[in-house]
């Protein structure tokens, strides 16, 4: 199984928000993913991003490939001091409400057509 380590969008037109998933990359892009590893928010100023350095270690010693700008991220944040917010788990606290309300309704659209076919 080849891993990859890629960014999904969320959010809406304007106001992009992304979660840092791992993810077969036998699925599409858009499709289901192995688990959530981080956040990144390109309009914050400041701290833009979350990453759980623990759990992506992991997945790169597995054989995971990063995408070029979760790379650029994990370089980012092994070179800032270590911080509970960069190298912490992902709370649901730290993710935008509209964010997860958009994935689960793509998640039941994605039900709903597995379901007719």
Do not use: H
């Amino acid at each position: 199984m080849a891993v990859k380590i890629r960014l999904r969008r969320m959010g809406s037109r304007n106001a992009a928000f992304y979660r840092v998933i791992i993810q077969d990359s036998r699925y599409a892009p858009t499709s289901r993913f192995i688990e959530t590893v981080g956040w990144y928010d390109p309009k914050q100023k400041g701290n833009n991003f979350s990453l759980n350095l623990g759990r992506i270690d992991y997945w790169l010693g597995n054989g995971a490939q990063p995408s070029d700008t979760v790379n650029s991220l994990i370089v980012k944040a092994r070179s800032l001091p270590v911080e509970p917010a960069v190298s912490g788990a992902v709370t649901e606290d730290e993710v935008p409400v509209a964010a997860v309300e958009a994935e689960e309704a793509a998640a039941a659209a994605e039900e709903a057509s597995e379901e007719k076919a």
